[in-house]
């Protein structure tokens, strides 16, 4: 079949499968919004129209410039003056606001690194980022030397061996090589894993020492212009970060699970489970090319080779002999969390919570306060709404974080502290953290989340191209799509497919509310050629000339991010989709499967088929939910209000908002994952090794790597029993 007539079919296809179901789904409807009736959903429409009227690019720069003024480390005087601003700013919008705070660990340098060459000459290296002169802020005496939060304090001298990325099969390989890092130092490049995993590979390697640099063939030259003629990493230019070991448990490593404040039980600095014992030192790969070039032994193996002009060597020998001294002091310290709340007019114990962190390591103009800036648009668009007496249906809080660079600490401790309130209470969470870097948008979530974000994104116009941002992004998917996606066997061009939505692993502030509590959650942003992460250069001067010039897309960001809210908030039915969990749910345990075949794991020894019947059942059961939230939507609105009719639809309806709730909940498990209890989403979790990124079904994905068949087992049936938590749920909703 041709294309064109391929085509044809496929429409007609649709227009039968439409008119078929007309009687069934109100919210087909083009102009209906799913969880609304259509009157509802026109006037919901003209609520929404006036919120995205009020965030503006001028205000959203204003907002940038004020919170990048100074570098504000978490902790510093600084970092308050910003709380005081967003607290300020939200009142000024009408809105309550009010700041929370927090003791907890934190780490600073008491003096700079110090790196040097040991040979017959000592030659010492800068470990400092260079002033530009186009960037005034870059010359400020408040930046924070080149530091890793959370590093042990040492002063060693040893032999320097290369070890790429600095994970496990990279150890392998070394080893392969011939070359012992025992009682050496360590080079890492940045990339592949967060840098706590390298830190922690390293210990068990038996490194005494570890550096970590960003290679030009990951985010310098090599990609592109170098700051400030470009976007990219400048030779001089290092990425700082936290070290702690978020894939254990995040927050204050003195107080897990339970919130940091006075009274509480803590720890001991040595009894922390969380805490890196070695010295490790970030520098810029100008210091690494010194570093690296004169290294010696073993030629790299096959994936090594970084974007340095030079081929690299393992060495290990003592032809590169390095010192490194790290003088750390770590102190509890105040850290204070800005809450904002817009209490709901009927249901004010449902809570909808938006969040984004407001300190950084130098300025964070991309991270994080492009979504600080985009969170006070969000805060002036519902402040029109509520001085026009609005209200929303639901509980919306708006909350800016501290000391999420540390280790996703000032949001973990609310979460700790309000746990039994955010379980009872919290309808999802909408994270944006670095908000924007460029145009192209992107988003993870929990699958039940997804038509609302496709939704919202069709409902707000990318700045660049003028189309819905859905529109921009599906294009922008559909041309990094293989070929054999894009043409089936016979030439013929495929359906387009919607833009594909990540799952969650870690390294933001969603991680407490989904992988801890369970609450439904999301992390979106618009990204782009960022190359100065986590630097001096990270500035209000390179987003004004690379990242954002004219400011619009944090505009869209505010835009999609509180039109979500608004429909979570408001929604008679809780847009909330098991369907595609199950979906995800089934992908999941395939690509399992098929994992454990390529690792030549005994796939016999967990249960997949009692995993797969679980997946099934739960499918029947949320398409049955689905049905049911449908037919009570049609009801609400053919009814007259106060009607027997209506009444029933209002009370089937709350049975199934609270169980679409709680069934994310039933995901969870008291027991937490294998050797990192903090953790309790059976579904979502970072892994061991992963670091940011996502590992889908943890335990088992983990045992598997592992290979030890008893705690696959273990982990298949805990899976299969959430799965079948979340069916009853349902279930019980329509009883």
């Known amino acids: 079949m041709g294309t064109r007539n391929r085509r044809a079919a496929v429409a007609l296809c649709t227009l039968l499968t439409l008119i078929s179901s ?23 429409r003209r609520i929404e129209d006036q919120f995205r009227a009020a965030p503006s690019p001028a205000n959203a720069r204003e907002e940038l410039r004020r919170l990048t003024a100074e570098a504000h480390i978490a902790g510093s005087p600084e970092d308050y003056a910003t709380a005081v601003y967003v607290r300020d700013q939200m009142r000024g919008f009408g809105l309550n606001s009010e700041i929370r705070e927090y003791q907890v660990l934190l780490s600073f340098p008491r003096t700079p690194g110090v790196l040097e060459l040991v040979g017959q000459r000592r030659e010492r290296l800068q470990v400092r980022e260079n002033v530009v002169p186009e960037d005034p802020t ?53 990339g592949n894993s967060f840098r706590g995993v390298k830190a922690r590979v390293a210990e068990e390697n038996g490194a005494i020492g570890l550096i970590i640099y960003s290679d030009p063939a990951d985010d310098g030259y090599t990609q592109g212009d170098v700051y400030p003629k470009g976007p990219w990493r ?39 489970t969380n805490l890196p014992h070695i010295p490790v030192q970030p520098i810029a790969y100008g210091d690494a090319r010194r570093l690296l070039e004169p290294l010696r032994g073993e030629l790299r193996p096959k994936g090594f080779q970084g974007g340095l002009p030079f081929p690299y060597h393992l060495g290990g020998t003592n032809d590169v002999r390095v010192h490194l001294k790290t003088d750390i002091e770590f102190v509890t310290k105040t850290i204070w969390d800005v809450i904002t709340r817009i209490d709901g007019d009927q249901e004010k114990d449902r809570w909808v919570v938006l969040g984004n962190h407001r300190d950084a390591w130098v300025f964070g103009a991309v991270d994080p306060n492009s979504g600080t800036a985009a969170m006070l648009e969000v805060g002036r668009g519902v402040g029109q709404l509520v001085k026009s007496n609005w209200k929303p249906r639901r509980t919306i809080i708006l909350c800016s974080w501290d000391a999420e660079e540390h280790g996703l600490i000032g949001s973990t401790e609310w979460a700790e502290d309000n746990a039994a309130e955010l379980r009872e209470k919290a309808v999802a969470y909408l994270n944006m953290d670095s908000a924007v870097s460029g145009p192209n948008f992107s988003a993870s979530s929990v699958p039940t989340l997804w038509k609302v974000i496709h939704a919202a994104a069709e409902d707000v116009n990318d700045p660049k191209t003028g189309k819905p941002v859905y529109e921009a992004w599906k294009e922008r998917n559909h041309e990094n799509l293989p070929e054999s996606e894009v043409y089936d066997a016979n030439g013929n061009e495929k359906p387009w497919p919607e833009p594909r939505i990540g799952p969650l692993g870690s390294g933001s502030d969603y991680t407490p509310f989904l992988q801890h509590l369970g609450v439904p959650s999301i992390d979106m942003s618009f990204g782009g050629d960022y190359g100065v992460y986590h630097s001096a250069y990270d500035s209000f001067y390179w987003m004004a000339h690379f990242g954002d010039p004219t400011f619009r897309y944090h505009v869209a960001a505010a835009q999609i991010w509180g039109t979500i809210a608004l429909r979570l908030a408001g929604a008679r039915s809780l847009p909330l989709d098991y369907t595609d969990y199950a979906k995800q749910l089934r992908e999941f345990v395939t690509e399992t499967n098929q994992l454990a075949n390529r690792k030549r794991f005994p796939v016999d020894s967990y249960d997949s088929k009692a995993m797969f019947r679980a997946i099934d059942d739960l499918a029947d059961e949320a398409a049955r939910t689905e049905k049911a939230k449908h037919d009570d939507i049609n009801d609400l609105q053919k ?54 990124a996502a590992l889908p079904l943890p335990d088992l994905r983990q045992a598997i790597e592992d290979r030890n068949t008893a705690n696959a087992a273990e982990a298949a049936v805990r899976i299969t029993e959430a799965i079948k938590r979340a069916t009853e749920v349902l279930k019980r909703s329509r009883e």
């Open 234 to 272: 400048p030779e001089s230019s290092a990425q700082r970060g936290s070290l702690l070991y978020m894939f254990v448990y995040p927050g204050d490593p003195l107080t897990p699970g339970r919130p940091s404040t006075p009274g509480t039980p803590r720890l001991t600095k040595e009894q922390a």
């Open 22 to 44: 007309q009687s069934i789904a109100v919210a087909q409807s083009p102009s209906t919004i799913d969880g609304f009736t259509p009157d509802a959903s026109t006037l919901e």
């Open 639 to 692: 009814a007259r209000e106060g009607n027997g009719t209506y009444a029933r639809a209002v009370a089937r309806l709350k049975k199934i908002n609270d169980a679409l709730i709680e069934a994310e909940r039933a995901l969870t498990d008291d027991r937490g994952l294998h050797g990192r209890t903090w953790y309790k989403h059976q579904i979502y979790a970072p892994g061991f090794y992963t670091g940011y």
């Open 138 to 190: 870059s010359s400020s005496r408040k930046i924070v030397p080149l530091y890793n939060g959370y590093s042990a304090s040492g002063d060693i001298t040893a032999p320097l061996v290369y070890v790429n990325y600095g994970l496990p099969p990279d150890y392998e390989a070394v080893k392969k090589a011939g070359v012992d890092v025992k009682g050496k130092i360590v080079i890492a490049r940045y």
